[in-house]
């Protein structure tokens, strides 16, 4: 966007009138949802424009407003997709590490442990096992309900109490989302000393996919037991609740 006088000015929600900023909050809050909930790692800008169109129209009937959607609020929105993930990776960072045990030590002994973990914890998703010696509980482990705890469920005005609509039932989408989360945290680790390591869709939307079809094909193969349902409506019932109070999940 340019200013009167030529220059650039980078679009923020101060730009916008007070009913237009209160509505692009709502619709914002919406379309961060809706990205971790159906297109974590979207592959076209047109995915991106729809979500925020029906974002905005969500929005729009939630607060009983008529606003016109313009490019401008388009683009406020989808500058969100990588912003919701890198949170998402952020959260995820020590929970892991703490989770595993990874060591902060730069000792040769705790770099070898460090590289070895890293690398039995990727060796066939081993990770996303309850039991990493017996690789059994696949999909249960803690670290799966510590991210939907921690990242939308912490109290009653995070996203997943606020718009549980879009998070009952749990998606496959969001599950795949968090296993490539945590794949990126242990990637951090694989030379034995902790790196930084970018979440970005070039890297990681190969891994998530792939997540997202082993999902799938885990759901297939045991749909006569609803097993994949079942772990997720138990970590949905789990994340409704904090100490002392329960989470009333909107409609």
């Not at 424009?49 to 606003?67: D, F, I, P, T, Y």
């Not at 795949?176 to 790196?195: M, P, Q, R, S």
């Not at 930084?196 to 190969?206: L, T």
């Amino acid at each position: 966007m340019k200013t009167s006088n030529g220059s650039c000015h980078r679009l923020k929600a101060s730009d916008f009138d007070e009913v237009t900023k209160d509505l692009l909050a709502i619709a914002t809050s919406i379309y961060r949802c809706l990205i971790v909930t159906r297109e974590p790692f979207p592959l076209t800008l047109v995915i991106e424009m729809k979500l925020a169109r029906e974002a905005w129209h969500e929005a729009s009937n939630l607060a009983h407003l008529a606003v016109r959607l313009t490019p401008s609020l388009v683009k406020m929105m989808t500058r969100r997709t990588s912003h919701v993930r890198g949170e998402l990776k952020t959260k995820m960072r020590a929970l892991t590490a703490s989770f595993f045990g990874f060591r902060t030590s730069r000792s040769t002994v705790a770099i070898k442990q460090n590289r070895d973990l890293a690398e039995s914890l990727k060796d066939g998703s081993c990770f996303a096992f309850k039991d990493l010696e017996t690789k059994r509980g696949i999909y249960k482990t803690e670290l799966i309900q510590s991210a939907i705890n921690n990242m939308w469920f912490a109290n009653h005005s995070d996203e997943g109490v606020i718009h549980g609509r879009y998070f009952n039932p749990l998606p496959v989408e969001l599950l795949a989302l968090i296993l490539t989360a945590i794949e990126c945290c242990i990637d951090e680790w694989l030379t034995g000393v902790k790196e930084d390591i970018k979440f970005s869709s070039a890297a990681y939307a190969p891994v998530y996919q792939v997540h997202l079809t082993s999902l799938r094909c885990f759901d297939e193969r045991t749909s006569a037991y609803k097993l994949l349902e079942k772990i997720c409506d138990n970590v949905l019932d789990v994340a409704r609740y904090v100490p002392g109070h329960l989470h009333q999940l909107s409609d």
